[in-house]
């Protein structure tokens, strides 16, 4: 079992939709959950950074964490056709340790 | 901020060749820094943990003779592709956290882009 799973999709869905990319992880390890935006040819760009479960709200973006499940979550409300990329799930442990990355999930929002 | 950012942004070389890629970080000291290659289609694997002064740690099945790496001071690390070939094209990206930012956050350069012919 890889210890970060995630669905790579891809996922269309037109715009406005409510958008719900997830992860599941392995390692009891991880403390640090991030996720990740990256369009095509770029360096993958922070979009919500968590540390304990429950829930963190950003503009349209909400990240949820259910440690005890080892399952996150990315919400995306009122998805618009710039939010059309690769979404990548990252998760560490504490200390200064590399992020383990999920597959990316394409995600193609249509106008 | 945190500004990381990677030279050059592109490269194509011939097979054989060595390529040097550089990783600097702007505006922060990063004692350690991280590569990570990504292939088409393929989610960012971590190669090897770069620390300033000291010699790097590989991931398994990272050939460290290949995949050169120096950290020389607390702004620069460099990735260098020893003889390459095309199965080495895969876009390289360099991450460092930073020590007054929060917890393991890390920020990522712009990404390499290697083409070997």
């Known amino acids: 079992q890889k210890e970060v799973e995630q669905d790579p999709g891809p996922l269309s869905v037109p715009e406005g939709a409510i958008v719900s990319l997830n992860c599941t992880y392995s390692?009891?390890?991880?403390?640090?959950f991030m996720w990740y935006r990256q369009y095509s040819r770029k360096g993958p760009e922070l979009l919500m950074y968590?540390?304990?479960?429950g829930n963190k709200e950003d503009g349209r973006f909400t990240a949820q964490v259910d440690k005890s499940s080892k399952y996150i979550s990315l919400f995306i409300r009122d998805s618009q056709p710039s939010d059309s990329a690769t979404y990548l799930c990252?998760?560490?442990?504490?200390?200064?340790?590399?992020?383990?990355f999920g597959k990316g999930t394409r995600l193609s929002v249509i106008a | 901020g945190a500004v990381v950012s990677q030279h050059p942004s592109w490269v194509i070389c011939k097979s054989g060749t060595s390529v040097k890629i550089e990783c600097r970080s702007l505006?922060?000291?990063?004692?350690?820094m991280f590569w990570y290659r990504q292939f088409p289609k393929q989610s960012l694997m971590l190669m090897a943990t770069?620390?300033?002064?000291?010699?790097?740690?590989?991931e398994q099945g990272v050939e460290k003779d290949k995949f050169l790496i120096n950290h020389a001071s607390l702004t620069l690390s460099t990735l260098t592709v020893t003889s390459a070939h095309p199965e080495d094209s895969s876009f390289y990206i360099c991450?460092?956290?930073?020590?007054?930012?929060?917890?393991?956050?890390?920020?990522f350069g712009p990404g390499t882009r290697l083409t070997v012919l």
């Open positions: 991450s460092a956290p930073h020590s007054e930012k929060r917890d393991n956050e890390q920020f």
């Open positions: 990252a998760m560490s442990a504490p200390g200064n340790t590399p992020l383990v």
């Open positions: 505006d922060f000291q990063a004692t350690t």
């Open positions: 770069s620390n300033e002064g000291s010699k790097a740690t590989y």
């Open positions: 390692n009891s390890a991880f403390q640090y």
């Open positions: 968590t540390y304990s479960s």
